[in-house]
């Protein structure tokens, strides 16, 4: 029974020497890792991180102002630099603070600068590739003959695709930002609550606010003004889902102007139809 027991307490040693070597890897000031999960087959890698026991002042991310008392706490995914081959991703525990000035908010954490998944230092050396005017010429040969790439689901793609595609988003990160906002996107569609589809649409169209990007924003201004028919979506579903029309009619877009050398004029074909397709069949459905 003794020996049970101090061979387990072996056991956690060992186990927290690990995260204790994962919190130097990742070295996120302030920050320690808990728990890490290693996919070989997917080549993926996942830190799931928490404050330091020193490290309790919160800042609100409203006014700056420091607090004590958290209010509660959450969980954001957020994709760091991969560690060799191993495609990264942070789990962050976070924290809402009362503020007296601006009400329940987040915490200001210097790792995490936007509302985009990125940590700062992955946001940063994506840009920088972008900023060589070298690199963005490659990107633009890249790109072409990829558009049906990016308008493949992430699911449906098999391993080399996914490669190439990332690497595509390694050189554009306009590019992977809006195929990020697509892939979220598709999750509208899962809804039966009106109030439910309604606050995730909302918080899509909150996530545009950062990332400048034109034509998705013409989207989430289509998709206010088919509100209606997207809610009766919403109630009566299609069952093959909407999702797969509106990829069909992307590819036959496709088809028919044989590849759009201008990405964002290709999405803005994509988002009408979409939008308008969206609320026919679902009008259809209704009557
Ligand atoms: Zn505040």
Redesign the pocket.
């Known amino acids: 029974m003794e020996w049970a027991f101090s061979f387990s307490g072996i056991l956690d040693t060992l186990g927290s020497m690990a995260e204790t070597d994962w919190s130097k890897v990742l070295g996120w000031p302030g920050y320690r890792v808990y728990r890490h999960e290693i996919n070989e087959q997917a080549k993926t890698l996942k830190l799931w991180v928490r404050r330091k026991r020193g490290n309790r002042k919160l800042i609100?991310?409203?006014?700056?102002?420091k607090l004590s008392d958290a209010y509660d706490s959450y969980e954001r995914e957020v994709r760091d630099l991969s560690c060799f081959e191993f495609r990264t991703t942070v789990v962050i525990e976070l924290y809402r603070?009362r503020?007296?000035?601006?009400g329940v908010?987040t915490e200001k954490v210097p790792q995490l600068p936007s509302k985009a998944p990125f940590s700062k230092r992955f946001e940063e050396a994506v840009g920088l590739a972008c900023e060589s005017a070298a690199v963005r010429r490659v990107a633009r040969e890249l790109i072409k003959g990829k558009h049906w790439l990016l308008l493949t689901r992430w699911v449906h793609l098999n391993t080399h695709k996914k490669r190439q595609l990332n690497q595509l988003f390694a050189l554009n990160r306009r590019v992977m930002k809006a195929y990020l906002l697509k892939e979220s996107l598709d999750r509208l569609w899962n809804y039966t609550y009106e109030g439910a589809m309604l606050r995730y649409l909302q918080s899509w169209i909150d996530q545009l606010r950062w990332q400048r990007l034109k034509p998705m924003e013409k989207l989430a201004r289509t998709l206010l003004n088919h509100l209606e028919g997207i809610l009766n979506y919403c109630k009566t579903k299609v069952p093959m889902g909407v999702v797969e029309a509106v990829n069909g009619n992307i590819k036959a877009l496709l088809r028919r102007g044989r590849g759009y050398r201008d990405l964002n004029y290709l999405l803005l074909k994509a988002q009408r139809l979409a939008a308008t397709k969206t609320e026919f069949v679902a009008f259809q459905k209704a009557t």
């Open positions: 609100c991310s409203g006014c700056g102002r603070v503020c007296p000035d601006c908010k």
